[in-house]
């Protein structure tokens, strides 16, 4: 969410639903497209029994105890009445349940954005087809007024009484929306967004989060929250960590700043091979890119700018052999599906801001394909977007293909994010290490060296 006047920001979480797989950014704002599947039954995640022992046992533990940023105990396990399942439509985004007055509401979880709206019984014919709030509430006399890349949403600021994955607030400052111009918002599947973000977000600074609110009167035990997210659904679990959802350590890294959840981005390596850096002294790479990164669950793919993609998704169809299609109308790439399990991994390098300590997490090439649209599609599309150039284009979003490989912690108390290696994911956590240096670079390096040895042969002569 970027600030652009005193009554505007705009969301890396906003999006328009339901018709085709597209992240875009336009006029400096995310446009996040979706196909419509209609309302259907999907698998919810069952609750795993917890064993406190695994980390006694885990090689990996013992062998990264000494690194800081890796961190095994103290875990909290997350109690079931502290989780909130959340149901996955095809990868796409996850909706979740949330209470207020009496009336239960599907919406989007969402940390790159910091404010909750649904629809008020007095929105009309934009929100046909939508639940809306007919409840009690305390009208604050003030108007909100949203752009999304997607459109726009405006209402009134009320206070209402809100519960959340078991915990209750009986009177929370959220909005009422009178209008939604989101595209598509009649047939979607959810009826509003729940930001999890940073308080300065809002375009009321003073404007609450919910989860903090609910440390500050006591209703759950740490500043935190946690999400874990897969094909068949996910969970969110409130002030805990559910350590059943994730195996080896958790890394943790300090927030760059407290907006979004941004951590800092050293660069992307693709089987191994550093293709585009900000920091070469830390990833060695013929592109440079951007320094920082948002965790953004509301996101459905990987956005990162235009140049470094481009790069990405050239190595990709270089390293594995398999054609990328680009489709210039909706902006997004694809690969024959029959084709998905060759593609190589993929590593993001991110850094904790205060101590510079970077982890690797790599991504195996089945995560950033997206599952075909239909039974009879023969493409499928890749899970990465071009972001544009300057502003908030110069930004990477680590979005739900990323999430799904890597359990994540947003600690509000300690400004951080832990990250782990989701549980049947394939993903994996190395930390300190480096990828090796492209072929360009090392090139480079072999004629620097060349050079100063023949210097000093010419000094000692």
Known sequence: MILISKTIRLMPGAFIPFFVVLVTIANSEIIKLTRHHGFKSLPRVIHRVHSTSRFANDPAASQNDSIAGFETAPIIFAANDNSEDLTSIDDLYYVGPITIGSETFQVIYDTGSSFLWVPSSQCGSSCDNRQSYSGGYTDLNSKFNLTYGSGSVAGDYVQAPVSFVGSSLSSFKMGLATSVGLNGFSYAVYDGILGLGWP?????????????????????????????????????????????????NMTWLSLSEESWWTVNFIGVAVNGVGVVSSDVGALSAPQSTAHTAILDSGTSLIVGPTESIDQIVAEIQSVSGVKVSYNQGSKSFSVPCSQGNRLPPITFVLADAKTGQSFNYTLPGSAYVLPASSRFSVSCSLGFQEGGSGGISSLWILGDPFLRVFYSVYDYQNSRVGLATAVSSGGSIVAGSTPTPSRSTLTLSLSALLTILITAVVIVV
């Open 200 to 248: 300065s977000l809002n375009q009321d600074a003073q404007t609450p989060v919910i989860v903090p609110s609910l440390y500050a009167q006591g209703a759950i035990s740490e500043n935190l929250f946690a999400i874990f997210l897969s094909s068949d659904g996910g969970e969110l679990s409130l002030g805990e960590i559910d350590a059943s959802r994730f195996s080896g």
